[in-house]
């Protein structure tokens, strides 16, 4: 079975390591970034049982003027060995959680054909773009199906 934990501070110094390896400086949240924000942000990883990093992910609750008073899906990414596995649904999943009953948004970049068609699966429609990105949103009622009975084990 799949497990995951919350991020903690700490780990985003292993995060940064992992990600800037993999990923294109401009889509991915540095580790300054996140400590700035931390007392906002709320991230998980999903490991492997042994304990190996499949994905991270992490939302904010900053005032954002496309989304004021709901959660931002700040981002997500799995790395390379597991992409094309079916992963990103249960990350999605905790996100889904913790943003029930608000409304949704993530911001991404026009490019990212993977990142596009797991949030638009999943409920969020592009509105209008921002800076180098496109804004989606998704309806603070609006929980996909497929995510209600996904099971994930949470570990410390």
């Not at 889509?27 to 990883?45: E, Q, T, V």
């Not at 209008?128 to 949103?137: C, H, I």
């Amino acid at each position: 079975m799949l497990c995951y934990r919350e991020m903690h501070k700490e780990d985003l110094v292993k995060w940064e390591e992992l990600a800037k390896s993999e990923f294109l400086e401009e889509d991915f949240c540095s580790a300054s970034y996140l400590c700035n924000k931390w007392r906002k942000i709320k991230g998980w990883i999903l490991m492997t049982p042994d304990k190996e990093w499949i994905r991270c992910c992490f939302v904010d609750s900053y005032f954002h003027k496309y989304n004021p008073e709901g959660i931002h899906f700040l981002e997500y990414c799995t790395f390379p060995k597991f992409r094309g596995q079916g992963y990103a649904k249960y990350l999605v999943k905790l996100q889904f959680d913790y943003a029930a009953g608000v409304k949704k948004s993530a911001c991404i970049n026009p490019g990212n054909d993977a990142s596009i068609a797991v949030l638009t699966k999943y409920g969020f429609r592009a509105v209008a773009p921002r800076k180098s990105w496109m804004v989606y949103l998704c309806d603070a009622d609006y929980y996909p199906s497929e995510l209600k009975d996904l099971e994930l084990e949470q570990v410390s």
